[in-house]
């Protein structure tokens, strides 16, 4: 079992920055990726987001190129992101989330483990 606590999101004017952070604990052992996923109303969840525990290697979403970095403090085993230049269509529920391993990275399915989630909310 890995438990994820996230910190961080809230409400911010559009153009704004925000920066999310995650704390992990358990068997973070398995652990392949640590990634951030998203999902608005009425929309299906996505993958914002994905660190790779080893190496390090990122993966960014399309829509966030650009505008977001994902970073992780292997000694302190949390993961951030930091969110600039933020929009409207930002507006989300935030959710940390641990890939094991074997599993892709960017991919939502039932064996990842999942925080409680944090609300980013972007306004105009």
């Known amino acids: 079992q890995v438990q994820l606590v996230e910190s961080g999101g809230g409400s911010v004017q559009a153009g704004g920055s925000m920066r999310l952070s995650c704390a992990a604990s358990g068997y973070t052992s398995n652990t392949r990726c640590m990634a951030w996923f998203r999902q608005a109303p009425g929309k299906e969840r996505e993958g914002v987001a994905a660190?790779?525990?080893?190496?390090?290697?990122?993966y960014v979403a399309d829509s966030v190129r650009g505008r977001f970095t994902i970073s992780r403090d292997s000694a302190k085993n949390t993961v951030s992101l930091q969110m600039n230049s933020l929009k409207p269509e930002d507006t989300a529920m935030y959710y940390c989330v641990a890939v094991p391993n074997g599993r892709p990275c960017m991919v939502a399915d039932a064996t990842n483990y999942w925080g409680q989630g944090t609300q980013v909310t972007v306004s105009t």
């Open positions: 660190i790779r525990t080893v190496g390090d290697y990122g």
